[in-house]
């Protein structure tokens, strides 16, 4: 018997009906399918049921990547990496069109969301992306403008991605029970993005700067990044304000004048 790793933040799904409403959000027939930390399998044999075009899998544990090897030998088109997702390049090994699925350690949830954002190539390779997170975290991806939730995740992750929360899932769903609810999301590449950032790790240096102060106003940190003639272009920018009081858009404009000088 294999038992959950606290370390790898390891909470099994085993409630079935949560794991058919999880694959039910986007099609999986014929398409080409990557699942990050499928721990033993649940998520997967339903996606195998629904017959994908390919399917690969990302398991740090050694021990469940062994179980599952065994599992599913005599499926082709599946492939089996035993690698920290983190450390793995998945933009690499992702084919055109991909839906990647994830019950995400909560530990390293907001980083592997954050590394799926920070693909090179955008319009990335993948079509969509179904990600649990503790509801909390959840919560601050889709922080909206004028929140108490919004900051730099809802900031970065709605520049590049249409997010859309599907539903919550109780604790009783898991093994062994986490402390907390857990939320599932939808994402979709956004395509055409009207206000071009050429590098993305910009956007995060910026809102960085920003919110490690963020009941502070704003003039000193921006005085850092830019001088008063440069500040000039930047239209309607109240110094006063609070990094909470910035719509989205305002931290666009401020990376994309950032690159440009």
Not at 181 to 201: A, M, R, T
Not at 219 to 242: E, V
């Amino acid at each position: 018997m294999i038992y959950a790793k606290k370390s790898l933040g390891q909470n099994f799904l085993i409630d079935p009906n949560i794991i058919k409403k999880i694959i039910n959000i986007t099609g999986i027939f014929n398409k080409n399918i990557l699942e990050i930390g499928p721990g033993r399998g649940a998520l997967t044999d339903e996606i195998l049921k629904n017959k994908p075009k390919s399917l690969v899998l990302i398991e740090k544990d050694s021990v469940i990547y062994e179980e599952l090897k065994l599992k599913y030998n005599n499926y082709k088109n599946v492939k089996i990496y035993n690698n920290d997702c983190l450390e793995f390049d998945i933009e690499k090994k992702l084919k055109k069109n991909t839906v990647i699925f994830g019950n995400l350690p909560y530990n390293i949830s907001s980083q592997i969301l954050v590394k799926i954002i920070k693909f090179k190539t955008w319009p990335p390779k993948y079509s969509s992306v179904v990600f649990m997170f503790q509801k909390e975290m959840a919560e601050r991806i889709i922080g909206s403008y004028n929140t108490s939730k919004y900051g730099r995740l809802s900031i970065l992750a709605n520049y590049r991605l249409n997010i859309v929360k599907k539903f919550n899932i109780s604790p009783n769903c898991f093994f062994p029970k986490p402390k907390v609810d857990s939320s599932v999301l939808f994402f979709k590449p956004k395509k055409n993005i009207s206000i071009e950032i050429k590098n993305i790790e910009n956007l995060e240096k910026i809102t960085n700067i920003f919110f490690s102060s963020k009941r502070k106003m704003i003039n000193k940190k921006i005085k850092k990044i830019f001088n008063k003639k440069k500040l000039d272009l930047i239209k309607d920018l109240n110094l006063k304000s609070r990094p909470s009081n910035l719509k989205p858009e305002k931290y666009y404009e401020i990376t994309e004048l950032f690159e440009k000088i």
